[in-house]
């Protein structure tokens, strides 16, 4: 049982380039979300679709855009990647109703030079 | 909107002693809270959640947790440490659509 998969695990991109980061799950859940992880920050909502063809703006979607293909896919495109987006990302997924808890992948580290 | 306040970013406990991370939370409905538990270079794993069936909340590897409304708080405990447990450790509260709001984490070192 796979989970949440993201890829790549790793990534170096200089400033300017674009890129997307790819997100599956197979737990047949209608929730997902996109994070990034930043050195005592927490973790920080960057976009989430709370179901199939449903995405809204979290907490810093500024410089990013989102995509949720199917129930199962979600990606995360950076169009002119900044220094300031080099961060760890996470995506996640959960199940409907409340208290349903988050599963995560195992992240994407990405190094804007 | 929720928020949850955890202190002290990084935690140092002796082998055998007792671990309490502290989480404190803001919510204007009955909360759902969750602790999760990463380790070096991987995600998050769920370690335990309140969701109002019961107060004291037990959760894998030792851990628990206690919610207690009046002080709005949600600390975790493990009663004796052990080297594997050396890990970041995250307190969450829930929002709408599932959504979590996240503390800023406790880096948890383990001393021989």
């Known amino acids: 049982n796979a989970g949440v998969t993201q890829t790549p695990k790793f990534q170096v991109l200089k400033t300017g380039q674009s890129m997307t980061l790819q997100c599956a799950q197979d737990?047949?859940?209608?929730?997902m979300y996109w994070y990034r992880q930043d050195p005592g920050m927490g973790l920080r909502l960057i976009y989430y679709?709370?179901?199939?063809?449903?995405?809204d703006k979290g907490e810093v979607p500024n410089g990013y855009n989102v995509s949720r293909l199917n129930k199962r896919e979600f990606s995360l495109r950076l169009e002119s990647a900044a220094p300031s987006q080099t961060s760890v990302y996470f995506c996640?997924?959960?199940?409907?109703?409340?208290?349903?808890?988050?599963?995560f992948g195992d992240g994407t580290r990405l190094s804007i030079l | 909107a929720q928020s949850v306040t955890q202190l002290g970013s990084h935690v140092s406990v002796s082998e055998g002693a007792l671990v309490l991370l502290r989480c404190n939370y803001s919510?204007?409905?009955?909360?759902?809270l969750f602790w999760y538990v990463q380790y070096p270079n991987q995600g998050l794993q769920l370690l335990l959640k309140?969701?109002?069936?019961?107060?004291l909340v037990k959760g894998i590897n030792g851990f628990e947790a206690e919610f207690k409304k009046s002080e709005t708080s949600f600390h975790l405990t493990k009663p004796s440490a052990h080297m594997s447990d050396a890990a970041e450790y995250f307190c969450?509260?829930?929002?709408?659509?599932?959504?979590?709001?996240f503390g800023k984490g406790n880096q948890v070192v383990v001393i021989p």
């Open positions: 679709s709370a179901s199939e063809g449903t995405t």
């Open positions: 737990m047949n859940h209608n929730s």
């Open positions: 919510s204007s409905v009955p909360p759902y």
């Open positions: 996640a997924s959960s199940g409907r109703g409340g208290g349903q808890p988050q599963h």
């Open positions: 969450a509260v829930s929002e709408r659509n599932n959504r979590l709001a």
């Open positions: 309140y969701t109002s069936a019961a107060t």
